[in-house]
Structures are given as structure tokens and as C-alpha cells.
């Protein structure tokens, strides 16, 4: 009997889909990981009180939580929430739009997240992009009024600056945002209710609620494998010392799985988990991922909160669960004594231990701020050392000891 060449397709809930890159993105607030979340609330509420149809405000929904996929940078969310306007906006627009637009199931919402940060009297213009710049005008008022109510909930004190934040964004009538949205925003902001929702837990309150409007979709395994290449870009992007790091593991992990032997489906699902293993990493400062010096060991308590970021995101899609496992499992080892459940030994499977040589390889081949690429040699004596040591699977590095050179290629994404 022939062997399967693909996993099986998929049966995943769109909407779910959308949460989990939305969550995913979200990571990289590090201490205020809702901002997409609360913007599609807000342009979902706000467009239900335009009394636009049901089908827009879905759709704002899902534009609202995905409008900042095109930042993974922390210093860039940061200047992104800390001005009403920044001239360095434009380019999180452009890199969101690429990443959804070849992407059949969310690239509709693509346009949209182009123009996000456009100001009103420019977009009235472009009567080419129609709804387009309805939409992309209400995301981004949503986008900066969360911006400038997200200090106060901590303390609970939004409600104090709640006529603040409406005359700031009075005063853009015409120029940012159109005079219809101004106008509607100001009705609907006079209750508390508004900004009352925008507390930590009502958003995810009503994420729950807006979980229940999804419906489930059958997506063939090439269309999953095309969203986590989305997954992995966002990681990569997230500083110029990981550009193709999810990419180069996924591909050693791919080709030692291969040279082990495994089926061409457990192949394709060790490729996607190698593709989705750092999705945590957004959630790291980027002063520790880029600090010229090693780590200290306040910083390697956070950067070990990585991997388990993995799995609480990936834990919305079932049906990923094993791939789910085996990236999250990224930096166990085969003595127990990896982070941050300390599986070991018959427990951690085959697949994760792929992964967790695959991802050590590539990172020492990679520069680092505090070192230089390492060169096959040396990234053998460290595998080999940590082999010894119990952490990291001997059959494997073996394997990699006899096919270096390819490896290292890989590796590096070479070809
Ligand atoms: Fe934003
Ligand atoms: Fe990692
Ligand atoms: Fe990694």
C-alpha cells in the first residue's frame, strides 16, 4: 500500500486561526499582551453602532486582532503606543500586508492592515480602494484609542481620562480619522461601558464570546504549512540575530528526520513544529535577545518562559495538538533537566528531540551579539559535549557528525 504523503487536512475553526495569530502577535506587548484583541473589539462595537452589516463587523473583528502582524519587534510596539502619529508607521502596515496577502483564507483582511495608520484626508482620495479605506480608517481610530487608554488600566484609572482621550481624538475630525467616525466614536465613548470593557478581563471575556462565531473550516495541510510559514516570518522578524531562524530549524529538523528514516507525514508535521517552536520568543524583551553580553540569570528565567509560551498559544488549534507538543518540548532534554516541564527520558519523544538538536545547531551557526557564527566544527563539539551530557539525543548528533557539511547548509537555509 502506497504511504501517505501529506498529513491529513485539517478541520480548524477560522476564527480560532485568527485568535492565535492575534494572541501570538499580542506577545510581543510583553506586559500588555491584548492590544489586537482590544482593537477588534473596539472596531467590532464601534462598526455594530455605525449599524454597519453583520458580515463588516465580523470582518473588523478579525482586521482589529491581525492589524499589527507586522510588528515582532518590543521596540517597535513600543514607538508604536507611545505617539498618536509616527512617521515610522508605515512599514508594520506594508510587512502585515505581505504577510496575509498570499494567504487565501485571511489575505481579504490584507488591504486593510495597509492602511491602518493612513490619515482620513488622504485615504478620501483613493476612491480605488472603496470600503478599504472605511475600514482601515475605523481600525486604526480603534488602534489609537486603545494607544491612549492602555496606561490606565492597570490602575484602573481610565475613566478619569476618558474626556482627554475623546478631545484628542476630536481634534483629528477630518485630518486622521473621517468626521462619520469621529462623530460615532463620540457617542458611543460618553457611556462608561466603553471604556469600562476595555479591562483586561472582559476583553478576553468577549474573545470567548467571539470564539463562538467561528466556524469550522477544512484546510488542506499545504494551506496549515503556508499559515505557519506566516507564524514563523512574524518570529524571524523579531530581530535581525533570529532572521530565518524557525526557517533554518524547520529544515534541519526536516532533513534529519528524513535521514532517520520517518514517514514522509511525521516529516511534514516535524517541519511545521520547527516552523512554530519560538512563537514564545515574541513575548522576550528584545534587549535581552540582543544584549551583547550572556545572559544573566534574571534574564534566563524570562527567556526560559519562551517555550511554554509556545504551547498556551498553540493550545487553541486541537488539531495540532502532537505538532504543538513537539515545538513547545523544544528545550527538553533526554536527562529531564531541560526547561520548562523537564521531560525526559521515553517521554520526550523522537520529534522533539529532532527539534531540540535542530535548534541548538542553527542558533550556534547563526551570529549572536556577544559571538560570531560558529563553524561546523565547533557547532559539532558543542552538540557532541551536550550529548555526553545527557542533553541532547546521541543517536541524533550522531547522525549530524556524519552529515555535517549538509547540515550546516540546511542549517543556514543555503540553497
Ligand atoms: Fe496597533
Ligand atoms: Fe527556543
Ligand atoms: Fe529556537
Same mark, same amino acid.
Given at each position: 500500500?502506497?504511504?501517505?504523503?501529506?498529513?491529513?487536512?485539517?478541520?480548524?475553526?477560522?476564527?480560532?486561526?485568527?485568535?492565535?495569530?492575534?494572541?501570538?502577535?499580542?506577545?510581543?506587548?510583553?506586559?500588555?499582551?491584548?492590544?489586537?484583541?482590544?482593537?477588534?473589539?473596539?472596531?467590532?462595537?464601534?462598526?455594530?453602532?455605525?449599524?454597519?452589516?453583520?458580515?463588516?463587523?465580523?470582518?473588523?473583528?478579525?482586521?482589529?486582532?491581525?492589524?499589527?502582524?507586522?510588528?515582532?519587534?518590543?521596540?517597535?510596539?513600543?514607538?508604536?503606543?507611545?505617539?498618536?502619529?509616527? *512617521?515610522?508607521?508605515?512599514?508594520?502596515?506594508?510587512?502585515?500586508?505581505?504577510?496575509?496577502?498570499?494567504?487565501?483564507?485571511?489575505?481579504?483582511?490584507?488591504?486593510?492592515? %495597509?492602511?491602518?495608520?493612513?490619515?482620513?484626508?488622504?485615504?478620501?482620495?483613493?476612491?480605488?480602494?472603496?470600503?478599504?479605506?472605511?475600514?482601515?480608517?475605523?481600525?486604526?481610530?480603534?488602534?489609537?484609542?486603545?494607544?491612549?487608554?492602555?496606561?490606565?488600566?492597570?490602575?484602573?484609572?481610565?475613566?478619569?481620562?476618558?474626556?482627554?482621550?475623546? *478631545?484628542?481624538?476630536?481634534?483629528?475630525?477630518?485630518?486622521?480619522?473621517?468626521?462619520?467616525?469621529?462623530?460615532?466614536?463620540?457617542?458611543?465613548?460618553?457611556?462608561?461601558?466603553?471604556?469600562?470593557?476595555?479591562?483586561?478581563?472582559?476583553?478576553?471575556?468577549?474573545?470567548?464570546?467571539? !470564539?463562538?462565531?467561528?466556524?469550522?473550516?477544512?484546510?488542506?495541510?499545504?494551506?496549515?504549512?503556508?499559515?505557519?510559514?506566516?507564524?514563523?516570518?512574524?518570529?524571524?522578524?523579531?530581530?535581525?540575530?533570529?532572521?530565518?531562524? *524557525?526557517?533554518?530549524?524547520?529544515?534541519?529538523?526536516?532533513?534529519?528526520?528524513? %535521514?532517520?528514516?520517518?514517514?514522509?507525514?511525521?516529516?511534514?508535521?516535524?517541519?511545521?513544529?520547527?516552523?512554530?517552536?519560538?512563537?514564545?520568543?515574541?513575548?522576550?524583551?528584545?534587549?535581552?535577545?540582543?544584549?551583547?553580553?550572556?545572559?544573566?540569570?534574571?534574564?534566563?528565567?524570562?527567556?526560559?518562559?519562551?517555550?511554554?509560551?509556545?504551547?498556551?498559544?498553540?493550545?487553541?488549534?486541537?488539531?495540532? !495538538?502532537?505538532?504543538?507538543?513537539?515545538?513547545?518540548?523544544?528545550?527538553?532534554?533526554?536527562?529531564?533537566?531541560? &526547561?520548562?516541564?523537564?521531560?525526559?527520558?521515553?517521554?520526550?519523544?523522537?520529534?522533539?528531540?529532532?527539534?531540540?538538536?535542530?535548534?541548538?545547531?542553527?542558533?550556534?551557526?547563526?551570529?549572536?551579539? &556577544?559571538?560570531?557564527?560558529?563553524?561546523?566544527?565547533?557547532?559539532?563539539?558543542?552538540?557532541?559535549?551536550?550529548?555526553?551530557?545527557?542533553?541532547?539525543?546521541?543517536?541524533?548528533?550522531?547522525?549530524?557528525?556524519?552529515?555535517?557539511?549538509?547540515?550546516?547548509?540546511?542549517?543556514?537555509?543555503?540553497?
Amino acid at each position: 500500500m502506497l504511504q501517505p504523503t501529506q498529513p491529513a487536512d485539517l478541520a480548524i475553526d477560522l476564527r480560532q486561526l485568527v485568535i492565535t495569530i492575534a494572541h501570538t502577535v499580542d506577545l510581543v506587548g510583553v506586559d500588555d499582551v491584548l492590544h489586537g484583541r482590544r482593537v477588534g473589539m473596539l472596531a467590532r462595537e464601534l462598526a455594530i453602532f455605525m449599524g454597519w452589516p453583520e458580515a463588516e463587523q465580523q470582518l473588523l473583528y478579525d482586521a482589529g486582532l491581525l492589524h499589527d502582524c507586522g510588528v515582532s519587534s518590543t521596540r517597535v510596539h513600543h514607538r508604536l503606543v507611545v505617539d498618536l502619529e509616527w *512617521s515610522g508607521a508605515e512599514e508594520h502596515c506594508v510587512a502585515g500586508q505581505d504577510l496575509l496577502a498570499d494567504f487565501a483564507p485571511l489575505a481579504h483582511l490584507a488591504p486593510i492592515i %495597509r492602511y491602518h495608520h493612513s490619515r482620513w484626508e488622504w485615504l478620501a482620495q483613493q476612491t480605488q480602494l472603496g470600503d478599504t479605506a472605511r475600514f482601515a480608517n475605523l481600525i486604526y481610530l480603534a488602534d489609537r484609542v486603545d494607544v491612549l487608554a492602555a496606561p490606565y488600566h492597570a490602575d484602573q484609572t481610565v475613566l478619569s481620562h476618558a474626556d482627554e482621550i475623546r *478631545s484628542r481624538l476630536a481634534a483629528e475630525r477630518g485630518c486622521l480619522f473621517s468626521p462619520a467616525l469621529v462623530e460615532a466614536f463620540e457617542k458611543f465613548s460618553e457611556g462608561e461601558a466603553f471604556w469600562l470593557a476595555l479591562q483586561p478581563d472582559w476583553v478576553q471575556q468577549y474573545q470567548r464570546e467571539m !470564539e463562538t462565531h467561528g466556524k469550522l473550516e477544512v484546510i488542506n495541510w499545504a494551506q496549515f504549512k503556508q499559515c505557519a510559514e506566516i507564524f514563523a516570518r512574524i518570529i524571524d522578524a523579531k530581530s535581525p540575530y533570529t532572521q530565518r531562524h *524557525s526557517r533554518g530549524v524547520s529544515r534541519l529538523a526536516r532533513h534529519l528526520a528524513e %535521514r532517520l528514516g520517518l514517514d514522509t507525514v511525521t516529516c511534514e508535521k516535524i517541519e511545521v513544529a520547527g516552523l512554530l517552536h519560538d512563537i514564545g520568543k515574541l513575548q522576550i524583551p528584545d534587549e535581552i535577545i540582543e544584549g551583547p553580553n550572556a545572559l544573566t540569570p534574571h534574564e534566563f528565567d524570562i527567556m526560559k518562559s519562551h517555550s511554554y509560551g509556545t504551547l498556551q498559544v498553540l493550545k487553541r488549534l486541537p488539531a495540532i !495538538e502532537e505538532i504543538a507538543q513537539w515545538a513547545a518540548f523544544h528545550h527538553e532534554t533526554p536527562d529531564g533537566h531541560g &526547561y520548562p516541564f523537564h521531560i525526559g527520558g521515553k517521554a520526550l519523544p523522537l520529534e522533539a528531540r529532532i527539534i531540540n538538536v535542530a535548534d541548538v545547531f542553527q542558533a550556534l551557526a547563526q551570529e549572536r551579539p &556577544y559571538r560570531k557564527p560558529m563553524q561546523p566544527a565547533e557547532i559539532m563539539a558543542v552538540l557532541q559535549e551536550r550529548a555526553d551530557l545527557g542533553r541532547a539525543d546521541p543517536g541524533i548528533v550522531a547522525l549530524v557528525a556524519a552529515d555535517l557539511a549538509n547540515c550546516h547548509r540546511v542549517a543556514l537555509c543555503m540553497d
